[in-house]
């Protein structure tokens, strides 16, 4: 408790899932939290409960994030902890996709369990649109940027402050059918540690989470395929957007005041190198 008593958050994507769970550790550890969200509705109902406030905009829209620090900044006078959670899984507007993709991992997966091999095709990067790829890599890796930079702005002057960006097991494993999505967290990773090394001096730090599979509205298009990923996993589950929550306090927190420029990885030993 109090590890994050009198600093300022900005969580991205906090209206729901891994980052809401954030914010809450963080309210509870002290921190005063301000939830980015585009859906306004959920971020105003996430931040009345748990005693933050909202502020909408497109983190893919750098106009709209440059207003949003500003608005930090006049209200709170500085910032302490950003972290770059917003993102999508590119299955969210395209129901036939999603569906294929089950359809033909489950196929593929029934062949293993025959004993191989493996006949079925995933073709998914082939059937990939220019739209889908940009607006993936746009949320994840291009918001990312927008964040960064515009709290730097505030950062700097202040010499301190703990940036966490949301990657994930994808970012270095990859997975099929998930090309676009896993160049953006890999993109994530690389931007990370470069940043880390250029803020050290002035005694901001840069980490990334890179959770594996965790029981949120992002991953609900597996479907059936969950059970099978849970088996996979060593510690026997699918994560709790809780088990990220609290790898962000670790980082965000004084604790963790020599690491920067790492990656965290919450996911049961299902990817055991980042
Ligand atoms: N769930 C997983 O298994 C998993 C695994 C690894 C990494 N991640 C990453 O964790 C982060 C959070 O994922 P989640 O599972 O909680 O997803 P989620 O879908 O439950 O929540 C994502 C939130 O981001 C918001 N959002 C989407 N686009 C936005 C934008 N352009 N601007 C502002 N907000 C936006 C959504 O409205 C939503 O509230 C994502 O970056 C995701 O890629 C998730």
């Known amino acids: ?20 769970a954030i914010a809450r550790r963080f309210r509870e550890e002290g921190a005063e939290v301000v939830l980015n969200d585009l859906d306004a509705k959920a971020a105003e109902k996430a931040a009345a ?11 893919s829209d750098s106009a709209a994030v440059a207003q949003m620090f500003e608005q930090v900044a006049t209200k709170h006078g500085r910032l302490d902890i950003l972290v770059n959670n ?43 649109t220019d739209e889908d790829w940009q607006r993936i890599l746009a949320v994840h890796l291009n918001g990312t940027f927008f964040c960064c930079r515009a709290a730097l702005k505030i950062m700097n002057s202040r010499l301190s402050g703990s940036i966490i960006n949301m990657s994930s097991i994808m970012g270095t494993s990859g997975a099929p059918g998930t ?10 990773l690389g931007f990370t540690r470069s940043l880390a090394r250029e803020v050290a001096s002035r005694g901001i730090r840069v980490n990334a989470i890179a959770p594996g599979w965790i029981e949120t509205d992002l991953t609900a298009f597996l479907g059936k395929i969950k059970s099978l990923v849970a ?20 980082l965000a927190a004084d604790e963790s005041k020599f690491l920067t420029g790492q990656v965290l990885s919450p996911n049961g030993g299902w990817h055991m190198s980042q």
Do not use: C
């Not at 409960?49 to 983190?59: F, K, N, R, W, Y």
């Open 86 to 128: 917003a993102g999508i899984n590119g299955f969210d507007h395209r129901p036939a996709y999603a569906e294929l993709f089950r359809k033909r991992l489950s196929a593929q997966a029934m062949e293993l369990v025959m004993g191989g091999p493996v006949r079925t095709h995933l073709d998914l990067t082939v059937q990939e």
């Open 1 to 20: 408790m109090n590890r994050l008593n009198g600093k300022v958050a900005l969580i991205t994507g906090a209206a729901r899932g891994i980052g809401l």
């Open 179 to 188: 090309a676009a999505y896993a160049a953006a967290k890999g993109g994530i």
């Open 49 to 59: 409960e748990i005693g933050g406030h909202a502020l909408i905009a497109d983190v």
């Open 231 to 250: 088996a996979q996993t060593p510690l026997g589950r699918i994560g709790k957007p809780d088990d990220v929550a609290w790898a962000a306090v670790y």
